[in-house]
């Protein structure tokens, strides 16, 4: 919460927000570059457990 540049931000679903954006934002770049967050978890955005949910979908991709 004291981070100047966030002050302990988290995603939100704003009027006009889908579900497939969540997905949308945890799409990979060409196999190379992967993303995870609670940002990208569309069960359980804006929590610590969808974050931590996200880290082991992206690991999985990795590993296969």
Not at 25 to 45: K, P, S
Not at 47 to 58: F, P, W
Request: no cysteine; hydrophobic share 35%.
């Amino acid at each position: 919460q004291s981070n100047e540049n966030s002050f302990g931000a988290y995603s939100y679903t704003a009027v006009g927000t889908e579900m497939q954006h969540f997905d949308d934002l945890a799409q990979d770049v060409n196999g190379r570059v992967f993303f995870a967050g609670e940002h990208t978890e569309a069960d359980y955005f804006s929590t610590v457990h969808g974050a931590y949910l996200s880290g082991i979908r992206e690991a999985d991709k990795i590993i296969g």
